[in-house]
């Protein structure tokens, strides 16, 4: 299957970045290569440099990109894009994006296991390396499984749900996604198949998020690219759940923060500066248009910090 993914929020994103002819910039989840073309498209003398864990994004994207002299790729997940970086000689970038979250691709692909729509190895590993869905759902402890659907799911149901996989299990292994979400769908009451669609929706989600350490990734990224960026540099987050979003948020609420003196203080005794600011208060979602083109858009959200030019 070719590697296709639809940017969400493209246009937003590409204009938000400002980007410069001679500027340095990251796509730290290069994907199918749609962002990273744009931004190519916009450089002269500039460089960019585009990162994905996925060997098939890797592929893709390399012959899509192999036309623009500006371009580098490297294999790797965003956390570590200092590293990265620094071993294409890049110390410091205009500008950042990282667009968190499954492809188009890789839900469209059966064999990687991320869907439950087909029928297929429960996989769900973005790098093809480590323990699988497969292991987690095998192996991990009732009470542990039953946490992380609750945590990664937020789903109220994660108890019943992880006693179901167990006790199913016990007649053997849970090996495909299929498998997994009849599990899940017999698990749970009626009221709620009814009601919020289907069921296996915020497992899936669950496990893909603890197999690939979505969220420990995420803050490890969140802080490398804000070492890595200069002053007035910014960097552009897509999220598409509320764990990530709630996650960039904060993080970049607590960047933009100030005095954190208490009120009482008659002066200000900290010192502490906002290191930068928001371009968008409280973020961008998909316009009605873009949902109506891609219904996968409507959960997206774009938020955008600038670096303090006097940092």
């Known amino acids: 299957m070719e590697f296709h993914h639809k940017p969400v929020l493209f246009e937003e994103t590409i204009e938000v970045l400002a980007i410069k002819p001679d500027g340095v910039y990251i796509d730290g989840t290069m994907g199918g290569g749609g962002h990273s073309e744009a931004i190519l498209q916009r450089l002269e003398t500039g460089v960019l440099l585009s990162i994905d864990q996925d060997p098939d994004a890797i592929e893709a994207a390399s012959k899509r990109l192999s036309g623009y002299s500006s371009s580098r790729i490297v294999r790797g997940n965003f956390s570590r894009m200092k590293e990265l970086a620094a071993e294409q000689g890049i110390c410091e970038a205009d500008g950042i994006l990282l667009d968190i979250g499954v492809s188009s691709y890789q839900l469209d692909t059966p064999e990687r296991g991320f869907s439950y729509h087909y029928d297929a190895p429960l996989d769900m590993r973005m790098s093809k390396e480590g323990p699988s869905a497969k292991d987690l759902v095998n192996g991990l402890p009732q009470k542990e499984l039953s946490q992380i659907i609750f945590r990664y799911g937020e789903d109220k149901n994660a ?111 900290c010192g502490r500066k906002p290191q930068g600011k928001l371009i968008y208060k409280k973020g961008i979602a998909p316009s009605e248009q873009e949902l109506q083109e891609n219904p996968r858009s409507r959960s997206a959200r774009l938020r955008v910090f600038e670096k303090s030019q006097e940092i």
């Open 159 to 269: 108890f019943k749900i992880a006693k179901g996989i167990c006790e199913a299990r016990e007649k053997g292994p849970v090996e495909t996604t299929w498998q997994l979400a009849e599990i899940v769908k017999a698990s749970v009451p009626a009221a709620v198949r009814r009601e919020q669609g289907h069921p296996a929706r915020k497992t899936f989600q669950a496990l893909r998020i603890a197999v690939n350490g979505e969220l420990d990734k995420l803050q490890e990224g969140l802080e490398a690219g804000f070492q890595l960026l200069k002053p007035g540099g910014r960097f552009a987050v897509i999220t598409f759940h509320s764990l990530e979003d709630r996650l960039v948020k904060q993080q970049m609420a607590e960047w933009c923060q100030g005095c954190i003196c208490p009120k009482d203080f008659p002066v200000c005794v």
